[in-house]
């Protein structure tokens, strides 16, 4: 008889998870005193570990002493309060241990069958998404659309627009997809990836907001409806990365709309703004929308990966993504009484995502979530006024949220070293966008440990720059 | 001033962190009385939970108080020791913790800027993932080729896929693509995702191991090119979903080359078998095929989701997923410096999945991991005997691995009263599939807590009910 494999015991499990557990808890304590963005050349991770994989397992205590020496100044810090990049990922106590017991429990949901909790939890958080949001009821489970989580945006988008391409029965050549010019890359690369060429997609002119105009949208799919092609696709961004640009979607919705076309919302960012009362104007054109997806892994304290894709009608969908081989049958699903998630994405296989978001909305309720999103809105708003009211700056875009588009008014040159120093110094994140092919900083509000004093610290450091 | 978020402080972390842990390691000792296949009804779950989410946030015990009350009844345990259904996908202590932790620290890398150690730790693991399983070196990111993790293989397949179609400049709707009758079916789903019709893909005849035959691929790609169309693509399967059933790879290769078609071998669960040398007849090709991917989050050990992908040239794979915006543009990745993992797959964002694969490859060690493999071979092996030695029962097909596909003699009826028997009674849970028309029950084995003595009392299970 051969050794059998060292498998960790559940003691062993509870005395390495219990370290672990103290291990993240102190680096949740340190994060505010690391360098932000990562100071490591490349290849200096690789460089610290053997080239060679283990011949015998290696003692525990050996794999954490590599986290401290190897991994953390290998990171770029995503839960600092003071990474103000991109956009917020938070990574919240509450997601964390949703995504704990989610690998604990190690549960895969193709089926209903294959465990029916992972899929009934989802449709009951999407539904508790779609009330504590505002979003229309025409989306929920109970109708004949529904929510579904997608591991990413573009995933989403893909399902929808491989749908919409599936639904219409058009010759493939002829199709027409409709995106502006500030749409998030995602989009292009989901076309490409559905079959697209280049010349199916097109990017529509934006307004001096930087929001799509409808009236141009409007010129193009006409042209190409009476060229012959057949108009099929927009997709309406909420919150624009570059510069969170609302596009509005009920007259984008209208004109696409006349020629049948399939109306997708990319509200990635802005979507979980929605959970304040007070800015619900993130929903406008929701009861018109074919498809409507944000993601609870940037602004709303879930981490990555959390993206949540309503559909009003699912019928469609799941005609363009379902396949059942033998094996995958089974007697709930050939009844019809039960939701089987792997048609509603590519992927077969499914992770129990539904358990994090499940745990930040009872630890938060509609009250703590509300408060986190308007923090953000509230420091970004004073942040923006701060950048008015400095003869040396200006604004680069409106900031309807807490994303803050600002540029020295000196030129691309100056804002471009502002961004290098702050970068560099590894107190602060920024990035940066072009909008008007001027260069501009990005400050994105809306991590969870941000508070006034590093909102503050940044702009004195900005300022001191310039 | 607005009321703060409540959110989760390190130290609150630290305690429910630490309940959690305690809570998943007594999950792991109940496992084996638990009833394997969920025992609920559609839309148990859901009834069991308040309609509307909570205004307040909840009290942490209030949460956990549900686990046991509403999740746990509602799972179909993938990690029982008598789970024997699908293929087994391992969620050991090591990969739970590489999950954790992964989640703990939330970086998301879609860019090696945005936390190099998460892409330099996926090329390394990936490259020791080729050493263990003596994969040859032309996949090894240290040449022109490369591995990647991705959420699973229909996600690797699809973007080998699309890569060709796009790298052929073929006109689309003549590209033909070829998989056999006993190919995984997220092959298909991925080539209608990228936009083939349905006739773009032809299913190839197989032999009376259900492999598919070199000869009819030839024939069936003579007569596309003949007829002016342009093949394309092959997916071979090492290890086939029904009955782990073993394409012969270098002569598909070699009908392919004559056509210039791309060759993608699809090992999802058979390839970890390589971890042992004398399983190495899995790789026969590995040398010929232009990308290969296996599926640690099936039978190493490792929890989903955790699929690993390798090209030998990976320029047309960012050729076709390469997409770069302005706000994604930084130094090290314009220096070309350093590989950027957003254009190897198809979402933008990425979690750190590398953590739990090297918690998993240190944890065991080569010899930790062959010894996993070996066991459920060497149990796989002896079920067989027992089925061939008694005269009620019949192999439907070769068992060359771990697992065993299986029928009574007397017809589809008496099979299928054993399955629902088995499933019915809460002690194992057992998949079935079809093979030439007839009705199979599928044991599949590799859990990380089956044992010998596990494996028996399913047999005597089933043979009690013959």
Chains 1, 2 share one sequence.
């Not at 619900?280 to 990555?304: E, I, M, Q, Y």
Request: glycine residues 8%; contains cysteine.
């Amino acid at each position: 008889m051969a050794d059998p494999a060292p498998h960790m015991t559940p003691d062993e499990f509870r005395r390495q998870g219990t370290e672990l557990v103290e291990w993240i808890a102190s680096y949740m304590e340190r994060l505010e005193d690391l360098p932000v963005l990562a100071q490591v050349e490349p290849g200096w991770v690789r460089a610290q570990l053997p080239d060679h994989p283990p011949a015998e397992g290696e003692p525990w205590p050996d794999i954490v002493a590599d986290l401290d020496r190897v991994i953390v100044p290998g990171l770029t810090h995503w839960q600092s309060p003071n990474f103000f990049a991109y956009f917020p990922g938070n990574a919240t106590g509450p997601s964390i241990l949703g995504d704990l017991l989610s690998a604990g429990l190690g549960v895969q949901g193709m089926l209903w069958a294959t465990s029916p909790a992972c899929t009934e939890l989802e449709q009951l958080v999407l539904d508790w998404l779609l009330e504590l949001t505002g979003l229309p009821q025409r989306f929920s489970s109970k109708g004949p659309g529904g929510g579904v989580i997608q591991e990413s945006a573009s995933s989403a988008n893909l399902c929808a627009l491989r749908d919409l391409a599936v639904r219409r029965g058009a010759e493939p050549a002829r199709l027409r997809a409709y995106v502006s010019t500030q749409t998030h890359s995602s989009v292009e690369k989901a076309a490409r990836v559905a079959g697209l060429a280049p010349r199916q997609l097109e990017a529509i002119d934006v307004g001096p907001d930087y929001a799509m105009l409808p009236d141009a949208l409007a010129r193009a799919m006409a042209a190409d409806a009476a060229a012959g092609l057949a108009p099929c696709f927009v997709a309406a961004t909420v919150g624009t990365t570059s510069s969170t640009a609302l596009d509005p979607v009920p007259a984008i919705a209208e004109v696409a709309r006349a020629h049948g076309a399939w109306v997708h919302v990319d509200a990635a960012f802005a979507g979980s703004a929605a959970v304040c009362p007070e800015l619900r104007f993130v929903n406008d054109g929701a009861d018109v929308a074919d498809s409507w997806c944000f993601n609870p892994h940037k602004w709303l304290l879930t981490n990555f990966d959390c993206s949540a894709l309503w559909v009003a009608d699912r019928a469609p969908l799941l005609a363009a993504l379902s396949v059942t081989p033998e094996y995958l049958r089974n007697a709930s699903t050939d009844a019809g009484a039960v939701v089987d998630y792997r048609d509603w994405q590519i992927p077969l296989g499914r992770r129990f995502r539904a358990l994090k978001l499940w745990f930040v909305i009872r630890h938060y309720g509609a009250a703590g979530l509300a408060a986190h999103i308007r923090s953000g809105v509230a420091l970004g708003q004073e942040l923006a006024a701060w950048v008015e009211a400095d003869e040396r700056f200006e604004l680069a875009a409106p900031a309807p949220l807490s994303l803050v588009c600002l540029r020295h008014r000196e030129g691309d040159e100056a804002t471009q070293t502002i961004i290098d120093a702050v970068n560099g110094s590894g107190h602060a994140y920024v990035t940066h966008t072009r909008l008007d092919d001027r260069l501009v900083l990005r400050v994105a509000i809306g991590q969870a440990r941000t508070e006034r004093r590093h909102v503050e610290a940044l702009w004195e450091q900005i300022t001191a720059l310039a």
